[in-house]
């Protein structure tokens, strides 16, 4: 029984980290209606502009805050610069302009910081808490799942109850119609982008203290981050984050009692994208994007 | 020349000039150029056999992307993983079966299409992105897949395979690298006239109407599901010749030999190569992924993914027709006809 | 064709001893010896990379120095981002556009299985590989293949004697890479156990993977009362923190490309780590013990000099440096006599050499049926937060 907790406690602690980033593809999505396949390179570089400013002596929480801002405006750019020549494009264009940011995102990380693998604090304390005799979670686990919640909780409030989420989920719909309306269409995009970048930041400086800091840090959580989000569903935050917790905790289980799990984790992820796109392509909570012929 | 904003890459169409002295010029071209390729065995040495060999590998891959990507508009960044499968195919019949190597692309391709089948059914509901995501997954499971212990009875597990090539019959008088060029050359040459015939035919016509606007075609009497599975089949049957091609120029085969960029490379290739050349794009796109790492390291050092990310966004900012379109544009400007 | 190579390899040790004249093969000539090396400076594997820089900074300060008889070498560094069809690529681009003397201190195991049967068959020394594959010490049917690195083989070897005199009724549990370097290691080492039942658990992990929570657990809830910690240094250091935390106390042996203090044991936690057995054939730069040793001392300095992608924390950091000072003396040795035969003869005929960075009491030995350069290695614990030899060095095959 033990045995299943522990595995529990460590699925749930993965699967928040998934759900954080599950949380920044959704709020592109629902602003750009793109799916960023860079995210995960996104998040990673934060992480490295916060382990800068751990280097120079800032501390952690600080460095945090000041990262989310950095990576807020750095998006931002990003998005007019590169993603916004392609907004109207065709699929395959927008894939391969995702792809193009990927890779250059990568490459310019591990051409900044080199590719050895650094370590990075936690933002919580270091020790860990008992729950049973046998059993403790890690205070950064607690942590981080507390987080995952909070940043829940601020993303479905703020697309569920603000004008400002309102008006990025109208624009996300309809270019002309929300310009009509009023609505800053420019601005939105560049925000749903700055946003994410910020929430994948919270994801990076979430997993770097367990996994350690490398530029290729972000593959994994994102493949199993994008599985979660398109099983919850990639239009609702709550759905995608429980998506992120679902992934993690089947990733634990898999890998534990599975013949071969671990070394089909990644296939596993795959299926469940797959069957999830096949059987109800709006996921578990999601909404389905009809598009016009 | 058209930017990329207002003619995006795969609204173009290849329409062949049916002007019967313009298919004699082309017919002339392309035997003068298979002639060429055939005969540079005779012609390159040792180390350019092997890169080219490697280029046309990747080129057959890229041949049967680019039917999947340009003409089909499907999107897929998982096809290393056919690549993988092929390479594995050749390199077990040699290994298991003491195949001779020429014929291990046959075997290869058949295998890659029963796999490509089976995924294909799944996967090609989905749409675009989807799609892409889809594809993606599978490019990062594949070196996993690779390494484990429960195929590693046949795939050499994390040690990979080694293929044993004997070279053609002393008679021919062809060393090793010269076999290996030929066959590599005389499924390149196949495929171009395959992939041309196809294209250019009804199965083209197909292609791009469920590319532009499925309910359309369907309306005409297009068959979109069948049309789909097609390209896709195609592009897998390619990329698993490719693959088996490509083992037997390295003559080893291992799960770090098709890591998740290499799918990248693969889409890279036809992005850059331009996604509605059915040859040209191929040709160039797989030099670019083959050739601009080794220029990139005399400025920067592993810098390679960054140079291909660059590439392929200037590529659709600028010129989605790829290499292949600015070769069309220069002999716009030169010979001041239109074509392909 | 391999009789006549080893033919030739002997000849060459005879008739080296022979005054010569200039005798060169293609990459030598009067003022200049070119060689190349291997290695990943793309991907993920490229913190490996430091490796070329490495080799690349020792032969700019032989030059500095004046070079070796009088020739300057040209040391060429390419990339094959750890993709085995790249290396083989590099390897016929540096062999036969660039021509090349020989290679050097090429890094991975995959990827030089990649190149050295065509390294073999165009007889092209395959020199000091940066890899401990139990496979390259094989000059009968590789003549022209020398790794530098003690083989992973010999030192799982090493553990599984040291649990069989000392804890005979074991119960292991094994962490393992999920590659060839993983493999190599959990192979030797369950076949020099006594009592194969010993082993309780196994798990493997895989690179891509983020984090090993999950073997770990099970290797806990297997019961083993030992643990054999298989892994590179990023997981290596996940292993002992989630040791410690999920409080798994018990006897830890950890393989020795993963012991480096800073960079693995410090972000586990030494609290975590006391206790833990390792082995050790190079002197540490980082350890304090060795502040005044020469060796290390004489490595600080090129490092600060002619290495600055060099980490004190690298163990491949400290051992190309090695590999480099004996390539420094092969070639020395040669003289004029420039040819790749030569070189191999002599590369498989050191005796006692000693090349720096190595332990006391460990050096440098080669012999024509024995291409294993290092075969010592010394036991340490890790006590009070310092690493500590104990045990005499042990030889092993």
Redesign the interface.
Known sequence: MTFFLEQLIIGLSSGGIYAIMALALVVIYKSTGHVNLAQGELAVFSTFIAWTLVQMGVPIWPAILLTMIVSFIGAVILERVVIRPFDEADDLVIVAVFVGLFLGIHSLAGAIWNYEVKPFPSAFSDGSVQIVSDLSIRAHTLGSLLTTCVVLAATWFFFRYTRLGLALRASADNHESSRLVGINVSFMLALGWGLAAAIGAIAGVMIAPVTFLDPSMGLAPLIFALAGALLGGITSPFGAALGGLIVGVLEAMISAYVPYGIEFRELIALLLILSVLLVKPAGLFGELVTRRV | MTT??NE????VHEMPDFRPSARFWARLGYGAAAILFLAATGTL???EL??AS?ILSYAIAAMGLNVL?GYN?Q?S?GHGAFFAIGAYSAAICIDQFGMSFAFTPIVAGIVGMAAGWIIGK??L??????L???T???A??T???L????FAQWTG????L?LLINPAPKWTGLDLDQSIYLTVVVYFLAFAYVTLRLVRGLNGYAWLATRD?P?AARAMGFDVTKAKTRAFVYSVLACSVGGAL?AVA???V????F???LS?SL??AV?VGG?CSPLLGPILGSAFIVLV??VT?EV???????V??????L???IQ?KGLAGMFAWLKFKVAGQSGS | MLKTTIATVLGGLLASGAAMADNYDEGATDDEIKFGVIVPLSGPASAYGSVGHCFEGYFNAVNDKGGINGRTINVLVQDDGYNPAKTLEQARRLVEREGVLFLAGDLGTPTNSAIHRYMNQREVPQLFITTGASKWDDPENYPWTMPYLPSYAAEARIYAKHINEAIPDAKIGILYQNDDFGRDYKDAFIDQLEDKGMVVSEVSYDVTGATIDSQMSTLKDSGATVFFNIASPKFAAQAIRRAGEIGWDVTQFLVSVSNAKSAVLDPAGLENAEGIISTQYLKAPSDPAYANDPDVKAWHEFKANYFEKGSEGNWWDWACYSSAFTLEHVLNEAGDNLTRENIMAIASNLDGFEAPMLLPGISVNTSADDFSPIEAMSLMKFEDGNWTLFGDVIAVD
């Open positions: 990329g904003l995006p890459a795969n609204r040495q040792g180390y092997f890169l490697s990507m508009g999107i960044l799944p996967a509901r989905l749409e675009g992105v989807y892409a995501l889809a993606f997954g599978l990062i499971a070196p996993t897949i390494r484990s212990d429960l597990g994390v040690q990979g080694f606007n309910i490509q390295v003559q080893f291992a799960p770090d030999s890591p998740f960029f990248i889409f890279t992005v996604l790492p080794n390291e920067w050092q592993g810098g390679s993914w960054a291909y990310g660059a590439v392929v966004i590529v659709m900012a989605p």
